[in-house]
C-alpha cells in the first residue's frame, strides 16, 4: 500500500473516532504487537526523560489498561473529542511513515461541562503489516505540564 | 492573633472540622503558620542542582522561591520576589545562571539572594536615582534556611526551626535513608492538578486504610492488603509518618473474601503481567513504603517505582502534586524499563493515583454546605501513635495533631 498524507489522515480520524465513540475496546488494535505508546509532555520530550503519564511496550498492555478501566479503576464516566490537524509527514514509503499530528482533545463529563483537557502533538512511527498500517510508535507529546487527575481514556 | 471561626469539638483528633477544607482564613492562617512558620518545606533534589549555577524555581505554600547552587558548592532558596516591586525574578522553571535579573527595572541579584545592582542607582546626567542613603544590603528578597538530606532540599522561612534530623527524627531519617541510599537520577516530571484542598491529599497518603479499599490495583494483585505484614510509624510531632508492607505470598488469608470487597477479584488478571514484574531492591523484604514529612512532602516506594511528591495549596479547592519520578545512577537498562513500566501505577494516569485524585473532588464537593459537621477519624481508636496494623487512620490523627499544634487550634 501507499502511505502517505491522505492514509495517515484517514488512520487517525479512525483512531479518534475508536476513542471518542467509546469504542475503547478497539484501540490497542491500532498499535502492532510490540510497540511503545506514551504519555508525556514538552519538558520531558525537551530533557530527554523517558518516564510516561502512561507507559506501555506492547498492545497487551494497552489492553489492559481499557480492562482496568473497564472492570478495575474508580473514575467519573466522561467522554473525549479529539480534534486532530493534519499530519505532518517527515518520511514515508512503502512499509512505512514518520509523521508528527498536532491533537486537541475536550473532555465532555457526566455532569455535562465539556472543557478543552489537553492539547499538543503525536510523535509517530507507522509501519505496514499485513497491508494494514499500524503504530509502531505514538508518543502524545502535551503542552502543558500540568495534567488533570483524571487522565482515564487514552489521548 | 488569627480569629477562630472554626470550632473543633474537643481537644481530641477523631473530629476534624468539614470547615477546614474550604475556609478563606484557615487558608491564610496556614501560609502563615505552617509553610512560612517553623516546618521544613521540600524545595527539590540536590541531583537536580548539579552545578555551580543551576537553579530551579519552586513554592513554599503559595510563596513563590528560587532554589540554587553556588560555585561554592552550596545550595541556596531565596523568595522569587523582586526587592524593588515585587516582579517574579526567575521566569523559567529551571537553568543556569550567573547571576539573575529582574526584566521590570533590571535590578540584579547573585546566587545567594543578595541584591547586587540597581539600574541607575545615581542616576542619568545627574537627574533622578536612588536617595544616597540607599542601601543595597538592606534590600533583598526573603532569604530560606537549607537543609539537605540524603539528597533532599529543604528550605524554612523560620529561624527557629530545629535541624533538620531533629524535625525528622530518627526513625524517619533511618527510612528515608533507606531509599536514598546511594545517588539518584530524575526519569520524569509530571504534575497533577487535584480538585480538593492540599490537606484532603496529605490525609490521603497518610490514610492506609483505604488503600487496599478503594484500589482495585493494589488488593487484586497483592501490592498492598491490610493482611499483609507491615506496620504504621508516625513520629512523637504527628506531622511525618511511614506505612510499609511486605509481599508475601504465603501468607495471603482469606479476610478479604470474607468483606465481599469490589477490590478483590480473582478474575481479574493482567495480559502483560511485565507492568508488575519487580526486583528484590531492598534487603529488608518491604515492597511498599509510603513516608511522608509535614507539611506536604512525600517520598514513596511502591515495588521499584521510586518518586518523591510536593504537595502545594493553589487555592481552597485546588491543590498541585508535583511527581518527580527516579531511578538510580547505577540501574542496569532492565531496572529503568522495570520503573518506566511501573510508573504506570502513579501520576494523573495511574492505575492507583488516579483514584486518590478522584477521591479528594468526591470528598470536597461531599462537604460542600456542611460547615458545621466534622468527619469522622476513629479507625483504630482515637491515639497517633506507631503501631503493626494499617486498619487504622492513627498517622492520619497524627497530621492533626502537628496541624493543631502549629495554628494553635
Ligand atoms: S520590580 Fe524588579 S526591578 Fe523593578
Ligand atoms: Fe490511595
Not at chain 1, 475496546?25 to 510497540?35: D, H
Not at chain 2, 527539590?44 to 553556588?70: I, M, Q, Y
Not at chain 2, 542601601?135 to 533532599?152: D, Q, S, Y
Not at chain 2, 459537621?373 to 487512620?393: I, K
Request: hydrophobic share 40%; proline share 4%; glycine share 10%.
Amino acid at each position: 500500500m501507499a502511505v502517505d498524507l491522505l492514509a495517515i489522515a484517514a488512520f487517525n480520524a479512525a483512531y479518534a473516532h475508536a476513542i471518542d465513540s467509546e469504542a475503547l475496546e478497539q484501540w490497542p488494535g491500532f498499535f502492532t504487537a510490540r510497540c511503545h505508546y506514551r504519555i508525556t509532555h514538552v519538558e520531558n520530550e525537551r530533557e530527554g526523560l523517558p518516564a510516561g503519564i502512561v507507559y506501555a511496550d506492547s498492545r497487551a498492555m494497552l489492553e489492559d489498561r481499557i480492562a482496568a478501566l473497564r472492570e478495575a479503576n474508580i473514575y467519573e464516566r466522561h467522554r473525549y473529542r479529539h480534534l486532530l490537524g493534519l499530519p505532518l509527514v517527515d518520511s514515508a514509503s512503502a512499509d512505512g511513515a514518520v509523521a508528527r499530528t498536532p491533537f486537541m482533545v475536550a473532555r465532555i463529563m457526566h455532569t455535562g461541562q465539556a472543557e478543552l483537557f489537553a492539547t499538543g502533538a503525536y510523535r509517530d512511527r507507522f509501519v505496514v503489516e499485513q497491508g494494514r498500517l499500524l503504530l509502531a510508535e505514538r508518543v502524545a507529546v502535551c503542552d502543558s505540564t500540568v495534567t488533570d487527575t483524571l487522565m482515564a481514556l487514552p489521548l | 492573633m488569627q480569629e477562630h471561626t472554626i470550632a473543633w469539638k474537643g481537644p481530641g483528633l477523631t473530629r476534624i472540622p468539614f470547615a477546614l477544607y474550604s475556609d478563606a482564613a484557615t487558608a491564610r492562617a496556614e501560609q502563615q503558620r505552617i509553610f512560612r512558620g517553623p516546618t521544613w518545606n521540600y524545595l527539590c533534589l540536590e541531583a537536580e542542582l548539579p552545578e555551580g549555577g543551576s537553579f530551579r524555581t519552586t513554592f513554599v505554600g503559595e510563596t513563590p522561591v528560587v532554589v540554587v547552587k553556588d560555585d561554592d558548592g552550596e545550595v541556596y532558596a531565596f523568595e522569587n520576589r523582586c526587592a524593588h516591586r515585587g516582579a517574579l525574578i526567575a521566569l523559567e522553571r529551571s537553568g543556569k545562571a550567573e547571576s539573575f535579573q529582574c526584566v521590570y527595572h533590571a535590578w540584579s541579584y547573585n546566587r545567594q539572594g543578595d541584591l547586587t545592582g540597581v539600574a541607575f542607582e545615581k542616576g542619568v546626567k545627574g537627574q533622578g536615582g536612588m536617595p544616597p542613603q540607599f542601601c543595597k544590603e538592606e534590600h533583598g528578597p526573603r532569604k530560606l534556611r537549607i537543609a539537605v538530606f540524603c539528597g533532599l532540599v529543604f528550605g524554612s522561612f523560620d529561624d527557629e526551626v530545629p535541624p533538620i534530623d531533629e524535625y525528622l527524627g530518627p526513625q524517619i531519617c533511618e527510612r528515608i535513608e533507606r531509599v536514598l541510599h546511594k545517588p539518584v537520577e530524575v526519569i520524569g516530571r509530571f504534575t497533577q492538578a487535584l480538585p480538593n484542598n492540599w490537606k484532603l491529599y496529605v490525609e490521603n497518603v497518610k490514610d492506609s486504610y483505604h488503600a487496599s479499599l478503594l484500589h482495585l490495583f493494589f488488593t487484586t494483585f497483592e501490592i498492598n492488603r491490610l493482611s499483609q505484614k507491615g506496620g504504621v510509624i508516625v513520629d512523637e510531632s504527628g506531622g511525618h509518618h511511614v506505612s510499609f508492607s511486605m509481599i508475601d505470598p504465603a501468607a495471603a488469608d482469606a479476610s478479604y473474601k470474607e468483606q465481599g470487597l469490589r477490590s478483590d477479584t480473582e478474575n481479574y488478571r493482567l495480559k502483560d503481567p511485565s507492568l508488575l514484574a519487580g526486583f528484590a531492591e531492598y534487603d529488608d523484604g518491604i515492597t511498599l513504603q509510603i513516608l511522608s514529612v509535614f507539611p506536604g512532602f512525600i517520598l514513596q516506594q511502591i515495588q521499584n517505582c521510586l518518586a518523591v511528591r510536593q504537595v502545594l495549596p493553589k487555592g481552597l479547592d485546588r491543590s498541585e502534586l508535583n511527581w518527580t519520578y527516579l531511578g538510580y545512577a547505577d540501574d542496569t537498562p532492565e531496572q529503568r524499563t522495570v520503573r518506566l513500566k511501573q510508573a504506570n501505577l502513579v501520576g494523573p494516569a495511574g492505575f492507583i493515583s488516579m483514584e486518590d485524585g478522584a477521591v479528594g473532588g468526591f470528598v470536597q464537593r461531599g462537604i460542600a454546605g456542611a460547615r458545621e459537621l466534622d468527619a469522622v477519624v476513629e479507625m483504630g481508636g482515637d491515639g497517633a501513635a506507631s503501631g503493626e496494623g494499617r486498619a487504622t487512620e492513627a498517622s492520619v490523627r497524627g497530621f492533626w495533631k502537628a496541624y493543631r499544634a502549629r495554628m494553635e487550634a
